[in-house]
């Protein structure tokens, strides 16, 4: 497995391990009768940073298992792959966005739990994009 291929699992990982409690703690905080946005507020910081860290962490660990996989630079083929995954998971973010949008419009309330819909939204087209990219390097 290439050093880029394990960075999309990492990725995929990391977007997994923080983001699912992420998404259960938010629709917890805000499905209250009287919902603290400052609560909300720093749970969508702390999940950023916690994916950050993370994602640092994994990375820096795949490279040292890994050190004369991680130095070899992207060449045609890592690109070709890293644009189709783009193309992909940019496609699908913006059918998502279309899609949030249009519930936003229409939706009664409040608008907090759509905008993290948006987050959401993101991230999903992350996984995605990683998803395509593992998929390019193991059809070769």
Known sequence: M???EKKAW???CALLVVFLPFCL??????????PDYYYLANLVLGALGAFVLLECALVLMARYL???DASVPKDERDQLFAFYASRVAYV???VLVVVVTFFLIHAQGRNWGWGMAYLLV??????LRATALIVQYRRG
Request: net charge negative; aromatic share 8%; proline share 7%.
């Open 10 to 12: 990492v990725t995929i």
């Open 25 to 34: 703690l938010m629709m917890d905080g805000f499905h209250r009768p009287d």
């Open 66 to 68: 890994s050190p004369e």
């Open 92 to 94: 699908a973010l913006i």
């Open 2 to 4: 290439s050093f880029r």
């Open 122 to 127: 993101i991230v999903v087209a992350e996984i």
